[in-house]
């Protein structure tokens, strides 16, 4: 049981050994190489994943095979628990950005920590929430937001995310243009429109995996 509050995760922070006891805790460490598959869309499993180190994407592939990025994931974060929430297939796929390290918890812990611990099932259900909002706002930008705006929209809540939201922020690891075209609804060659006219305007630098913001004021002026 303190084995695995030892990995100070998030949606535990706050339990205590005690509130674990009469729960069989299991989990298991996995690591993953760059681009490795953790689950694919409509997967049947339902283990829930917390990540330790490295970078994740939650990915949509249209039947098309067109991709959609839904989401990155921070340390400590967990996912996959729609899956062993519902015993639905999992509505995803998730791949590792870069080397990367999970834990891998069964379903039938993590069920039995939603249902005994009244802290994580809160934190889940806010999580859950939180991601409604989300959705909704995404699909709000989709259809009144400009791809120029959809891609600056990105990149500030990016920047609000990393705590860099000011003149000469840095945003390391950025995403690549593929990557934020599949984020935002839109193909690489108009982001990448975007990003140099954003840099033309002074408004932003980039390098690789690397975007400086010169002008935040005039990047949120733009939505």
Same mark, same amino acid.
């Given at each position: 049981?303190?084995?695995?509050? *030892?990995?100070?995760? @998030? &949606?535990?922070?706050?339990?205590? /050994?005690?509130? +674990?006891?009469?729960?069989d805790?299991?989990?298991? #460490?996995?690591?993953?190489?760059?681009?490795?598959?953790?689950?694919?869309?409509?997967?049947? *499993?339902?283990?829930?994943?917390? +990540? +330790?180190? $490295?970078? &994740? +994407? /939650?990915?949509?592939?249209? @039947?098309?095979?067109?991709?959609?990025?839904?989401?990155?994931f921070?340390?400590? *974060?967990?996912?996959?628990?729609?899956?062993?929430?519902?015993?639905?297939?999992? *509505?995803?796929?998730?791949?590792?950005?870069?080397?990367t390290?999970v834990?891998?918890?069964p379903?039938?812990?993590?069920?039995?920590l939603? #249902?005994?611990v009244?802290?994580?099932?809160?934190?889940?259900?806010?999580?859950?929430?939180?991601?409604?909002?989300?959705?909704?706002?995404?699909n709000?930008?989709?259809?009144?937001?400009?791809?120029?705006?959809?891609?600056?929209?990105y990149?500030?809540?990016?920047?609000?995310e990393?705590?860099?939201?000011?003149?000469? $922020?840095?945003?390391?690891?950025? @995403?690549?243009? /593929?990557?934020?075209?599949?984020?935002?609804?839109?193909?690489?060659?108009?982001?990448?429109?975007?990003?140099?006219?954003?840099?033309?305007r002074?408004?932003?630098?980039t390098?690789?995996?690397?975007?400086?913001l010169?002008? @935040?004021? /005039?990047?949120?002026a733009?939505?």
């Amino acid at each position: 049981m303190t084995g695995l509050l *030892s990995f100070d995760l @998030p &949606l535990l922070a706050g339990v205590r /050994a005690a509130d +674990l006891a009469g729960i069989d805790v299991q989990f298991q #460490e996995r690591s993953l190489a760059g681009w490795e598959v953790l689950f694919n869309q409509q997967d049947m *499993s339902r283990d829930v994943y917390f +990540l +330790l180190s $490295g970078a &994740l +994407l /939650a990915v949509y592939w249209t @039947p098309e095979g067109r991709e959609i990025i839904f989401s990155r994931f921070s340390t400590g *974060s967990y996912l996959g628990e729609l899956a062993a929430l519902d015993d639905g297939d999992r *509505s995803l796929a998730v791949v590792a950005r870069a080397p990367t390290r999970v834990l891998v918890m069964p379903q039938k812990c993590f069920l039995s920590l939603f #249902e005994t611990v009244a802290l994580v099932r809160h934190r889940v259900v806010t999580d859950l929430v939180s991601r409604v909002r989300a959705l909704t706002a995404r699909n709000m930008e989709l259809t009144s937001f400009t791809v120029e705006q959809r891609v600056v929209s990105y990149l500030i809540a990016l920047a609000v995310e990393r705590g860099q939201l000011e003149t000469g $922020g840095v945003l390391d690891h950025a @995403p690549t243009h /593929a990557e934020i075209a599949a984020s935002i609804g839109a193909n690489r060659e108009i982001v990448s429109r975007t990003m140099t006219k954003l840099a033309r305007r002074d408004i932003l630098r980039t390098a690789r995996q690397r975007i400086e913001l010169l002008n @935040p004021d /005039a990047l949120s002026a733009i939505l």
